[in-house]
């Protein structure tokens, strides 16, 4: 079967990382059966980020890559009827989550310092010294990629206004409808998922998962997703 490499649950969430959240719901979307290994250490995936999957003979990375993959090998039943404006759609909105409000994000969980307490957290369970010093390591990291794509050499406000945009383009998009382009999900729905559900569902304090709380569409369709494709993880 289909092994799906990913991080453990987290936060509350069933993952905190939105790539491998994204990648889950996928599978659960388009009913592909899969089993999850669970992995902490990023390091050992194919492109040195998760998720990844091991399927047969065929390990591949990137989650966008492995849905190419998936939809090749069992057929595309979320965005096979979709018009070509719908697909541009698609695209668009999948970019507008994973490029852009992908990295307010980022700072506000690894830079920010009410997120930052919190994540500390994620490595409580280190022997030591390494609880000591790979927090460090991996912030730095982290700021580093986000000051090199833009977002890091902005003010915390002109931070959180991007993400916010972000937002509140998305919630148009959504409007009152079930999914994102309508009654059916589309293979934007699991991007969606992965992030939305990681800022209407976890508890941290930023101006990002305070207006996805308070956005009763972003929390009405991360119930709706949990409620029909993941109860049976309770
Ligand atoms: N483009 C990749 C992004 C995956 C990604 O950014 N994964 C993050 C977690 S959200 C990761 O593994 N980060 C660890 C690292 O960069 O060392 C995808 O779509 O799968």
């Known amino acids: 079967m289909l092994k799906l490499v990913q991080f453990h649950p987290a936060f509350g969430v069933r993952n905190m990382s939105p790539f491998c959240l994204k990648l889950e719901t996928y599978l659960r979307l388009a009913g592909i059966a899969y089993e999850v290994v669970w992995s902490s250490n990023p390091a050992k995936a194919p492109k040195g980020k998760l998720p990844y999957i091991v399927d047969g003979e065929v390990t591949m990375g990137d989650s966008a890559l492995i849905i190419d993959y998936l939809k090749g090998k069992y057929g595309d039943p979320l965005d096979d009827g979709l018009s070509a404006e719908q697909n541009a759609h698609v695209l668009a909105y999948r970019c507008l989550f994973e490029d852009n409000l992908m990295f307010p994000l980022l700072?506000?969980?690894?830079?920010?310092?009410?997120?930052?307490?919190?994540?500390?957290?994620?490595?409580?369970?280190?022997?030591?010294?390494?609880?000591?010093?790979?927090?460090?390591?991996?912030?730095?990291?982290?700021?580093?990629?986000?000051?090199?794509?833009?977002?890091?050499?902005?003010?915390?406000?002109?931070?959180?206004?991007?993400?916010?945009?972000?937002?509140?383009?998305?919630?148009?998009?959504?409007?009152?409808?079930?999914?994102?382009?309508?009654?059916?999900?589309?293979?934007?729905?699991?991007?969606?998922?992965?992030?939305?559900?990681?800022?209407?569902?976890?508890?941290?304090?930023?101006?990002?998962?305070?207006?996805?709380?308070?956005?009763p569409s972003f929390v009405a369709y991360c119930a709706r997703i949990r409620q029909r494709h993941f109860s049976d993880l309770g």
Not at 113 to 132: D, H, I, S, T
């Open 107 to 215: 700072y506000a969980r690894w830079i920010d310092p009410a997120g930052w307490e919190k994540m500390k957290n994620l490595f409580r369970r280190m022997p030591l010294p390494l609880r000591l010093i790979v927090p460090g390591i991996v912030r730095k990291g982290v700021r580093k990629q986000i000051y090199g794509q833009g977002t890091g050499r902005h003010a915390p406000d002109e931070v959180y206004r991007f993400g916010l945009q972000d937002l509140a383009a998305i919630e148009t998009l959504l409007g009152d409808k079930e999914f994102m382009l309508g009654a059916a999900p589309t293979s934007l729905d699991a991007t969606a998922y992965g992030f939305l559900e990681n800022l209407v569902n976890t508890d941290f304090d930023n101006p990002l998962n305070r207006k996805a709380r308070a956005t």
